[in-house]
């Protein structure tokens, strides 16, 4: 067992210790479709240097101290595993994480395959369970969680002192089957309650259509995540759409988590003239590899970026590189900020270790990491666009005052049901407002708020966000890609 011990402590420290460029044309499945991380800083001591024996040494003392003389039986496995937990946890970045034979086999399913669960990208931020984005159309966005949200419970209960993974666990479930999320939200005091029907999370990457403005065909290329066949998708599509003779082009990564390198480096190969480079890695000793296009000339038309807070990773090297690279304009909102990259390494019976091993850098060579992109055209949708779901566990009626006032508000003045606030405060107007909807839509007209006032809000409020014509950004992105020149 020693022999066993020594030599894994050997494999993992090589592991750590290795400094070459391997492997970064594919990035780990951007922490596992459920990013603020930092770069590992090498440590600083005043004390005479140690050799990697005598620190292995002192570890192996230490393990052969638990193993013979605790007061209780301990499995060997389990020291082991603390032993490489902890190692990847002293390096305080949420992006690294050691998981088990058991937890690695329930994340073998990569970005190119579908699974179960409520669709949404996470990672731990400052301790919480924090959402990037959820998947376009996926059970978690259409129930209205939203990139921020922090997941602080999972069916009451609270997961305080998991690790990303083994809460990611607890959210992943059966299709069909139905998840109570508490969400901690910025700006909503109380912790909301969504309930999320789990379902198979597709795994179509790549959407497209085209559309009419001022004449103009313009096409729309919407990239949910970047798979491993999302580069081939995305060529076919914008073949496709070339072939309909567009005069314009949005490609929108709103809401899109990141993933494979090699998939946004064969997209930006088709629409980045060369000359610059439009992605840079660095390593810890600042060798820099730049990845260049050969296209020779831009295309005929005209390209808008599309983005906003839940663009995270790849998408943000999309994004970077149409901006610095391109001279393509960005519409929308600022990108989240996640700038590192990462590799999962097999350990060899099953583990792994998925480790923060460079960052990367825009054309320009910014470090966008905790700071994002901002667009060139700031926009922000209608405010019932970041409307909280509402939770109604008794009738919201008048002169009562809460965060699930405000969002009903907020709400009904989208619908055209104005109630002449948004405060919270349930006054008169609030009271006639809610009794017009309640007309208009043959329920019952108490002017409270009940479950199924509740429930056709909502419903309502889905159908307007789905309407594209709602959609400011992007039909903000349409008029720029149809009247700006190449």
Do not use: C
């Given at each position: 067992m020693k022999r066993k011990v020594v030599a894994l402590l050997m494999v993992l420290s090589l592991v750590i210790g290795a400094g070459g460029m391997y492997g970064w044309m594919k990035w780990s499945q951007n922490d596992q479709s459920i990013g603020n991380a930092g770069t590992v800083n090498e440590l600083k001591s005043t004390k005479a240097p140690v050799s990697q024996d005598e620190e292995f040494a002192k570890l192996q003392k230490t393990y052969q101290l638990i193993?013979?003389?605790?007061?209780?039986?301990?499995?060997s496995d389990k020291l082991l595993e603390g032993a490489i937990d902890g190692m990847v946890k002293t390096l305080k970045d949420p992006y690294s994480v050691y998981m088990d034979e058991d937890t690695a086999s329930q994340f073998t399913q990569s970005l190119d395959?579908?699974?179960?669960?409520?669709?949404?990208?996470?990672?731990?931020?400052?301790?919480?369970?924090?959402?990037?984005?959820?998947?376009?159309?996926?059970?978690?966005?259409?129930?209205?969680?939203?990139?921020?949200?922090?997941?602080?419970?999972?069916?009451?209960?609270?997961l305080e002192g998991l690790d990303l993974y083994k809460a990611v666990l607890k959210i992943r479930g059966k299709k069909g089957s139905t998840v109570t999320l508490g969400i901690k939200r910025k700006g909503v005091n109380d912790t909301l309650k969504i309930d999320v029907k789990r379902d198979t999370i597709p795994i179509e990457t790549v959407y497209s259509n085209v559309q009419k403005v001022a004449g103009k065909k313009v096409g729309v290329l919407n990239i949910t995540s970047f798979s491993e066949d999302t580069g081939s998708d995305f060529k076919k599509k914008l073949s496709d759409l070339e072939?309909?003779?567009?005069?314009?082009?949005?490609?929108?990564?709103?809401?899109?988590?990141?993933?494979?390198?090699?998939?946004?480096?064969?997209?930006?190969?088709?629409?980045i003239p060369e000359g610059?480079?439009?992605?840079?890695?660095?390593?810890?000793?600042?060798?820099?590899?730049?990845?260049?296009?050969?296209?020779?000339?831009?295309?005929?038309?005209?390209?808008?970026?599309?983005?906003?807070?839940?663009?995270?990773s790849a998408s943000e090297i999309m994004a970077g590189a149409l901006k610095e690279a391109g001279?393509?304009?960005?519409?929308?909102?600022?990108?989240?900020?996640?700038?590192?990259?990462?590799?999962?390494?097999?350990?060899?019976?099953?583990?792994?270790?998925k480790l923060t091993l460079a960052k990367w850098l825009t054309p320009d060579g910014n470090?966008?990491?905790?700071?994002?992109?901002?667009?060139n055209y700031a926009v922000?949708?209608?405010?019932?666009?970041?409307?909280?779901?509402?939770?109604?566990?008794?009738?919201?009626?008048?002169?009562?005052?809460?965060?699930?006032?405000?969002?009903?508000?907020?709400?009904?003045?989208?619908?055209?049901?104005?109630?002449?606030?948004?405060?919270?405060?349930?006054?008169?107007?609030?009271?006639?407002?809610?009794?017009?909807?309640?007309k208009a839509n043959k329920l019952t007209p108490s002017g409270k708020i009940d479950q199924k006032t509740a429930g056709e809000i909502e419903s309502k409020i889905i159908t307007q966000i789905r309407n594209k014509k709602n959609d400011l950004q992007l039909q903000t992105a349409l008029e720029i890609a149809a009247n700006k020149k190449k």
């Open positions: 193993s013979s003389r605790y007061y209780q039986k301990v499995s395959s579908s699974f179960e669960g409520i669709g949404t990208e996470v990672s731990m931020v400052d301790g919480k369970v924090t959402v990037i984005a959820p998947f376009k159309d996926s059970p978690a966005e259409r129930s209205g969680v939203k990139p921020n949200d922090q997941i602080v419970s999972v069916d009451g209960k609270s072939g309909q003779d567009i005069q314009g082009l949005v490609i929108d990564v709103r809401g899109n988590p990141g993933g494979y390198l090699d998939a946004v480096d064969s997209m930006l190969k088709e629409i610059k480079p439009f992605v840079q890695i660095e390593d810890r000793k600042g060798n820099k590899q730049r990845y260049v296009s050969e296209l020779k000339e831009k295309k005929d038309y005209p390209i808008v970026g599309l983005v906003d807070g839940g663009s995270a001279g393509y304009p960005l519409v929308g909102e600022k990108t989240f900020g996640k700038g590192t990259v990462q590799q999962t390494i097999d350990l060899g019976d099953g583990s792994n270790v470090w966008i990491h905790k700071k994002g992109i901002k667009p922000k949708q209608p405010a019932y666009f970041y409307s909280s779901p509402l939770s109604i566990e008794k009738p919201l009626a008048y002169d009562m005052n809460s965060e699930q006032v405000k969002t009903a508000q907020k709400m009904l003045k989208g619908l055209g049901f104005d109630p002449g606030r948004s405060d919270g405060y349930f006054d008169e107007k609030t009271e006639t407002a809610v009794t017009a909807f309640q």
